[in-house]
T-cell receptor, first 113, second 116 residues
Framework: GDSVTQMEGPVTLSEEAFLTINCTYT??????LFWYVQYPGEGLQLLLK?????DKGSNKGFEATYRKETTSFHLEKGSVQVSDSAVYFC????????????FGKGMKLTVNP | GAVVSQHPSWVICKSGTSVKIECRSL??????MFWYRQFPKQSLMLMAT?????????EQGVEKDKFLINHASLTLSTLTVTSAHPEDSSFYIC????????????FGEGSWLTVV
């Protein structure tokens, strides 16, 4: 079945450091890809998404590009802030219109001032 | 933005008892709600999909008689863990959507269940 593999943390960075969180997927067909973020005490929130190959999702300085050839959707940010401390989940849903999400394990990021 | 609220955030129960977790959509009508579970160092795994007014659809390997899901209204779904055992200790999280494909899915804050 479909699956998502992402970097495992926890990861601690200093403010203004560069962030990359790797995510690869296995899926039949052409899934939509997502990054969700969960800040402390809050629900998961959609950070960005891409629905087809070569699409780039971006939000709040974060970017991820849907790479079909490498089945990847790595999340990047050029300069992290303390407020980016959270748990990040990579996920996919199949293109058949299902809203079922398949998640990676999540990665906890802590950014220190 | 839309808000989904779960209650309780933390619950400890004794082995053999039942515990109920509520999931409410506060400012929209949720035609479909999803329940996920996450064990330590594992992925969030979908347990079941519930549509208002109908029986939940459970994923393979999830015991429907143990994890009772009720979606009696467009703003409330409940998950009841019956005869809980320590191995049911986990993080349970719900999500809700307005039902049409492509609609944004909103997540609750999650509920930590510890069975002692």
């Amino acid at each position: 079945g479909d699956s998502v593999t992402q970097m495992e943390g926890p990861v601690t960075l200093s403010e203004e450091a560069f962030l990359t969180i790797n995510c690869t997927y296995t899926a039949t067909g052409y899934p939509s890809l997502f990054w969700y973020v969960q800040y402390p005490g809050e629900g998961l929130q959609l950070l960005l998404k891409a629905t087809k190959a070569d699409d780039k999702g971006s939000n709040k300085g974060f970017e991820a590009t849907y790479r079909k050839e490498t089945t990847s959707f790595h999340l990047e940010k050029g300069s992290v802030q303390v407020s980016d401390s959270a748990v990040y989940f990579c996920a996919l849903s199949d293109r058949g219109g299902s809203e079922k999400l398949v998640f990676g394990k999540g990665m906890k990021l802590t950014v220190n001032p | 933005g839309a808000v989904v609220s779960q209650h309780p955030s933390w619950v400890i129960c004794k082995s053999g008892t039942s515990v109920k977790i509520e999931c409410r959509s506060l400012d929209f009508q949720a035609t479909t709600m999803f329940w996920y579970r996450q064990f330590p160092k594992q992925s969030l795994m979908l347990m079941a999909t519930s549509n208002e007014g109908s029986k939940a659809t459970y994923e393979q390997g999830v015991e429907k008689d143990k994890f009772l899901i009720n979606h009696a209204s467009l703003t409330l779904s409940t998950l009841t863990v019956t005869s809980a055992h320590p191995e049911d200790s986990s993080f349970y999280i719900c999500s809700a959507s307005m039902g049409s494909s492509g609609n944004t899915i909103y997540f609750g804050e999650g509920s930590w269940l510890t069975v002692v």
